[in-house]
């Protein structure tokens, strides 16, 4: 099976996210900006329930494509979970939690990528 390339990955995982109602969903390209990934893709969910649904969905779509994460990190009732799939980052925050962090800021030369048509 062909390794998906980091762009489909976060397309996927998008959709995954967008259809149990994640909310004020981001996918940043940091390629020319991070050594460490290409993507982040960052989305909040309105409970811990809500953030634990959002990070399963992700999980299980990429799984379907043979991909699992190198990492996983924090648990919803921290307000932040960290799915690492080496070139992609997914963010997964309570609202509130997200507002303190800041990534887009932190990251505000990130150009944005487009979901339109995924």
């Known amino acids: 099976m062909t390794r998906p390339t980091a762009e489909r990955k976060v397309r996927r995982a998008a959709r995954a996210a967008l259809d149990k109602r994640a909310t004020d969903l981001v996918v940043l390209d940091v390629q020319g900006l991070s050594s460490v990934t290409d993507y982040f893709l960052v989305c909040s969910g309105k409970s811990t329930t ?18 699992r994460p190198l990492h996983a990190e924090g648990v919803a009732e921290s307000g932040w979970i960290l799915l690492d799939y080496g070139d992609v980052l997914m963010h997964v925050f309570l609202e509130e939690t997200r507002v303190y962090y800041a990534l887009e800021r932190l990251w505000g030369d990130a ?8």
Do not use: C, N, Q
């Open 50 to 67: 809500h953030m634990k649904t959002i990070t399963d969905a992700i999980r299980a779509e990429l799984k379907s494509d043979g991909v």
């Open 111 to 118: 150009p944005p990528v487009s979901l339109d048509g995924s």
